[in-house]
């Protein structure tokens, strides 16, 4: 008999499910509601949402609209975003995930006692993504990221140096970077880093891994665009190479599930329960004509 488990740990986590519950509230009013970017990095829930009447808007329709309500997801802003919004009278709806608030307020702070010539903030993460952006911005533009150890080459050697981490990056890599920064940096200069990896991101890794390691097959759905989502798979594939990725229940080969007894389906932070559900169904469905 097939046996197909979701994992309980995997879906949204409680900053997505903050921004998405606030996005539903505003809906249910009546009201016309943008927002700034892709709610979360995952295409499916987004166009649930856009059917629901949320309208998403890049950066520069945000900077022409006037006299709007308009949300601000989970990954979090920088200061020249808020200042726009109030130049041009919107109303923010701000669902800034927790966590990623007060990574914000320590940079700055952080920014605020150093910036000098004399110092440095490096930032562990994604060039271009949201949250990353939002971060820099705290700096004034002059925090540096790394996304890889071949560009730690480019560090100034004679700075004082304070290291932070996008939230959702893997502590792996994050340990990994930062002793190969502290090799660089001068021994006479200070060299600080912060473990800001999210507590339930880097939960997860270990979790999902035995979890892939439990099942003869594993589905892991998740948007294409999703940070967490390319970390937590590799996990997956590392432990049970018989890992597919997936998107929806229709990137679904089923023709795979035949003969198979377990299948697990989980996913990254920006996954719906309710997708990782219809996959299963999907599967159930293939498997008992």
Not at 187 to 210: M, W, Y
Request: hydrophobic share 30%; charged share 25%.
């Amino acid at each position: 008999m097939l046996n197909i488990e979701i994992d309980e740990h995997s879906g949204f986590c409680f900053g997505v499910t903050t921004a998405i519950k606030k996005a539903e509230e505003e809906l249910q009013k009546g009201e016309k509601l943008y927002c700034l970017g892709d709610i979360v990095h995952n295409r499916i829930e987004c166009d649930r949402l856009e059917k629901l009447g949320l309208i998403t808007i890049n950066y520069e329709e945000f900077c022409k609209l006037h006299n709007a309500k308009v949300l601000f997801r989970a990954h979090g802003e920088p200061p020249t975003t808020y200042e726009i919004a109030q130049k041009n009278n919107l109303e923010i709806i701000d669902a800034t995930c927790p966590v990623v608030l007060k990574l914000q307020q320590r940079i700055k702070k952080k920014w605020q006692e150093t910036s000098d010539d004399n110092s440095q903030i490096i930032i562990y993460g994604q060039s271009g993504h949201a949250e990353v952006l939002g971060l820099v911005g705290q700096t004034h533009g002059t925090a540096t990221v790394i996304e890889k150890s071949s560009q730690i080459s480019q560090l100034a050697k004679e700075k004082d140096t304070y290291i932070y981490s996008q939230t959702t990056k893997s502590l792996e890599g994050y340990k990994q970077v930062v002793s190969e920064i502290k090799k660089h940096i001068n021994p006479d200069k200070q060299c600080e880093s912060f473990n800001t990896v999210c507590g339930q991101v880097a939960n997860r890794l270990d979790g999902i891994g035995k979890f892939a390691q439990s099942h003869e097959l594993i589905l892991f759905v998740c948007g294409k665009k999703s940070s967490n989502g390319r970390i937590l798979f590799d996990e997956c594939k590392k432990m049970n190479p018989n890992s597919y990725q997936i998107e929806s229940p229709d990137d679904i080969d089923l023709s795979i599930t035949k003969g198979v007894k377990s299948i697990g389906i989980c996913g990254a932070t920006s996954t719906p329960k309710w997708l990782m559900e219809n996959c299963r169904q999907a599967i159930i469905n293939y498997n008992n004509k």
